[in-house]
């Protein structure tokens, strides 16, 4: 079952990587739509990049600090999002728009409870 969930985050970390880069590739090539779409898929592609890392840590500090690079990333992109939209350089009524600021929503959550619960365990066994 573990490695079920893991590969979920796996998964949808990838899914939203790949989403990014969709997404990005439709911003307007204004000054503001380029620096913030070069921004977005840097930060937007990371986390599925280092959660692949995260899966290979070596010890609960290593976990801890990949995770927290990844929630960084996730952070950002959430917000860039929430420029973009507010700003209205891209549409958030159109749907895939939407399920992007969701779902890094959703993925900063995740990330965040599993920094929390791994540092709430390593104290533990302090």
Not at 8 to 30: H, N, Q, W
Not at 104 to 113: H, P, Q, R, S
């Amino acid at each position: 079952m573990g490695t079920e969930r893991k590969y979920d985050l796996d998964d949808r970390c990838v899914e939203f990587g790949a989403a990014i880069v969709l997404y990005t590739d439709r911003m307007p090539k204004s000054t503001a739509g380029l620096h913030l779409g070069k921004q977005l898929l840097r930060s937007g592609t990371a986390p599925a990049l280092q959660y692949g890392e995260v899966q290979g840590s070596e010890s609960t500090a290593d976990f801890i600090h990949k995770m927290k690079l990844a929630l960084k990333e996730l952070r950002e992109s959430r917000n860039n999002l929430r420029v973009q939209f507010k700003a209205k350089l891209m549409d958030p009524s159109v749907k895939e728009n939407a399920w992007l600021l969701n779902e890094a929503v959703e993925l900063v959550a995740i990330f965040a409870a599993s920094v929390k619960t791994a540092e709430r365990n390593r104290d533990k066994k302090k």
